[in-house]
Structure formats: C-alpha cells, structure tokens
Nanobody, 125 residues
Framework: VQLQASGGGLVQAGGSLRLSCAASGRTFNRYVMGWFRQAPGEEREFVSAINWSSGSTYYADSVKGRFTISRDSAKNTVYLQMNRMKPEDTAVYYC???????????????????WGQGTLVTVSS
C-alpha cells in the first residue's frame, strides 16, 4: 500500500484547505483510511477516519463540525476538507490506512500499518 498526501500550505485563521491522500497498491474496500496530525513538540494525534466501504466517518472533538472526511472510490483518494481553521490546527498531517480496524481502535495510531509522508499545514493568526 502506498499513500501520497498533498494539499498542505499556509492559510489564515478562518480559512480553508483540502488535503488529499492518493492510495494505491490494493483494493481498499475493507480498509479504514485515517488522518492524523503532529504539531511541533507534540505527539501525533487522531484527526479523522473513514470506513471505505460503509462511508462511516469519525472525528476528533477538536475538529468536529469544521473538518469533513470523504473518499472518491474512482480515484482511490481520501480527502480532508478543513474549514474555519485555527492556529492550533497547524501541524504536519499524515494519512494512514489499514484493513478491518475495529471501531474501538480507529483513533489509535497503532491500528494503522500504512502511512503517507505527511503534508505541512500552517494556520496564521
């Protein structure tokens, strides 16, 4: 499985960005695709995830109502639409994937075996 994240950049507080994660190497019907982020000096944390087959979505409380995860099966791509962004959203964002993750583990880094390279998002105040 190869994951290629893109779409990061500099945005002002209140603005929007859309991240993309292009996936290849497998059929992803049974996969969960996730987004995590790591701010400078902080641990990597869960942001959002989507069950590829069911479309069920999961969000961290800090982004609920502002971020939306979606997938395009034709393009094997997962998106993270980030709206009303805040300076505390500044981080390197990573996409991740694994097969058949149970719901109870979906927010845990250790549940994902495949990781993209990360894309930097900077939100200025």
């Amino acid at each position: 499985v190869q994951l290629q994240a893109s779409g990061g950049g500099l945005v002002q507080a209140g603005g929007s960005l859309r991240l993309s994660c292009a996936a290849s190497g497998r059929t992803f019907n049974r996969y969960v695709m996730g987004w995590f982020r790591q701010a400078p000096g902080e641990e990597r944390e869960f942001v959002s995830a989507i069950n590829w087959s069911s479309g069920s979505t999961y969000y961290a409380d800090s982004v609920k109502g502002r971020f939306t995860i979606s997938r395009d099966s034709a393009k094997n791509t997962v998106y993270l639409q980030m709206n009303r962004m805040k300076p505390e959203d500044t981080a390197v964002y990573y996409c991740a994937a694994d097969e058949r993750i149970i719901i109870g583990a979906i927010r845990q880094m250790r549940a994902y075996d495949y990781w993209g390279q990360g894309t930097l998002v900077t939100v200025s105040s």
